[in-house]
């Protein structure tokens, strides 16, 4: 009995065997699972079948029934399997954020010149001092001394009431005791504006730390003695550049400073007061003959007093003058005394400026004897010398001239205005102008027709140089204006506010290429206004 029901057992085992299983695999764990009980198996219990067998004695019941839990518990058949493998837990998602360590990984040289970009563009402060919060690479490189080579200083509370601005001054010192030796051994440009207490202190800290200084600029300051700038003089070989303008500086001590620069000086910024003819008559005595700027202007409290300048004299005593700046300044050639002799000029000169929101004194004969010997003249700025004449401008001996500007501001209504003569220095100048301003002249419609059309000639091919026209308030028509923007394909500034010729919606001011190609295609459009 017992031996047919194991046939019938292993025959069903055998015709169902658990995939990839050997079927002696299979029957061999099916039978070490079986539990004897004497005369016959009992129960059988399986995840597949369930067999309840006769002839189980009441002793073995228990027995039987913890066999079928066991079976319960056992795995199914077949080949044990492998446990299974725990899955990689996946990195983390990358932080969207900037890394914060990227800046320590920037060489410093590349850095250095990075800091170096910003610096030319916007000036070492504030940039400089917050860059050197960042991390330790940057404030390495911030902290490197050729990058402070332009600093501008100027007190927090300027402005402020006494007490106030005289602190903040006294703060910003205590600081600038650390920063110059620290950081301000290569500076080359010092620019200080409003010191009204403590400019002495500053100025001698620069004269101990800052041996390569080259330029200085006093804007609003007050309290420089004679001791100061001769002290900044010795201390400071490379000094070759004084601007004082708007500053309260004594004679004295810009005569003293000139005297021991001496042939080094190249610059000099003056404003006008009744001091100013002392620290001339130190660059007339040859004092400095290397000066190749001098600037004189006036300043908030206009001086009405003539400057009588000796021109011949200036032209010896600054025989390398490159720049002439007489702004908004009234002034005329002091008189050369009965036998005129014509000066030595100024052979390297490039600018002459004598621009003056004010009718001066400025004439043919003062303009002549300032440049007759001036070959070089690239830029010419007569805006307010209503005296001039274009049979002046004709007799000059420059050939090259870029920049004209003629422009009458505000004063052509209360003046007689010359009618004719504008063809005379637009055909000299045809070739070379870049720019010209004849803003309020009161030439008449054909004088300026004429004198436009000499921008219309091709010169051997070429176009005219000239990129910016300035016609405001001027009797231009609009076939003088379209026939000179055609012919000057570079026009990029044309101004052609208040001119009563011109149909209404054109009297404006022109700026860039595609504004100028407009005006000319609404003037080739538009009907001919009447006479």
Not at 65 to 75: E, F, S, V
Not at 477 to 486: E, G, I, K, L, Q
Request: hydrophobic share 40%; proline share 9%; net charge positive.
């Amino acid at each position: 009995m017992a031996s047919r029901v194991a046939r019938r057992v292993r025959r069903r085992v055998r015709g169902a065997p658990p995939a990839g299983a050997r079927a002696r695999s299979a029957e061999d764990w099916w039978w070490d699972r079986l539990a004897p009980s004497g005369s016959g198996y009992h129960l059988l219990h399986s995840d597949s079948m369930l067999l309840v067998l006769p002839d189980a004695g009441p002793a073995r019941a228990r027995a039987h029934r913890r066999a079928a839990r066991r079976a319960q518990r056992l795995p199914p058949p077949g080949p044990r399997a492998a446990p299974p493998k725990a899955k990689p837990r996946s990195a983390p998602a990358p932080q969207q954020g900037p890394d914060p360590g990227w800046g320590d990984r920037i060489p410093l040289e590349i850095l250095l010149q990075i800091f170096g970009l910003l610096v030319a563009a916007d000036g070492p402060m504030p940039f400089l001092g917050r860059a050197a919060r960042v991390c330790r690479r940057w404030h390495e490189a911030a902290s490197q001394p050729a990058l402070w080579h332009t600093v501008t200083l100027s007190p927090p509370l300027a402005g402020r009431p006494t007490k106030g601005g005289a602190k903040a001054e006294k703060k910003l010192l205590a600081s600038l005791e650390w920063l110059m030796p620290n950081r301000f051994s290569q500076l080359q440009r010092l620019t200080l504006i409003h010191w009204k207490y403590q400019v002495q202190p500053v100025l001698k800290l620069v004269s101990e730390s800052c041996p390569r200084l080259t330029f200085l600029k006093l804007s609003d300051c007050h309290g420089v003695t004679p001791s100061t700038l001769i002290m900044l003089a010795r201390a400071c070989p490379q000094l070759h550049s004084l601007d004082i303008q708007h500053s309260m500086v004594e004679s004295m001590a810009v005569v003293n400073f000139l005297e021991e620069v001496g042939p080094r000086m190249r610059r000099l910024w003056l404003t006008y007061s009744s001091q100013t003819t002392a620290i001339l008559g130190t660059l007339l005595g040859s004092c400095c003959p290397q000066l190749q700027l001098l600037e004189v202007s006036t300043g908030i409290n206009r001086n009405n007093t003539p400057l009588q300048l000796p021109v011949e004299a200036l032209q010896k005593g600054c025989p390398q003058l490159q720049v002439l700046r007489l702004l908004n300044l009234m002034w005329l050639p002091k008189p050369s005394g009965r036998v005129a002799t014509p000066g030595p000029g100024f052979p390297s000169l490039e600018e002459l400026c004598l621009a003056g929101s004010t009718c001066n004194f400025v004439s043919d004969e003062a303009l002549g004897r300032l440049l007759c010997g001036s070959p070089h003249l690239r830029l010419l700025d007569l805006r307010g010398c209503a005296r001039i004449t274009p049979a002046g401008l004709r007799d000059l001996p420059c050939r090259e001239l870029e920049q004209l500007h003629l422009g009458l501001y505000g004063m052509s209504d209360r003046l007689t205005l010359a009618k004719e003569g504008s063809p005379l220095f637009t055909q000299k100048w045809c070739h070379s102008l870049r720019e010209l301003d004849l803003s309020g002249q009161g030439f008449s419609e054909k004088d300026l027709e004429q004198a436009l059309a000499a921008f219309s000639g091709t010169l051997g091919g070429s176009h005219p140089a000239l990129c910016s026209l300035n016609l405001r308030g001027t009797r231009v028509t609009p076939s003088t204006v379209s026939s000179v923007v055609s012919s000057c394909p570079g026009l990029l500034y044309l101004n052609l506010e208040s001119c009563r010729c011109l149909p209404r919606g054109l009297k404006r001011a022109y700026r860039g290429p595609e504004e100028v190609q407009w005006c000319l295609e609404q003037l080739l459009t538009s009907p001919p206004s009447p006479s």
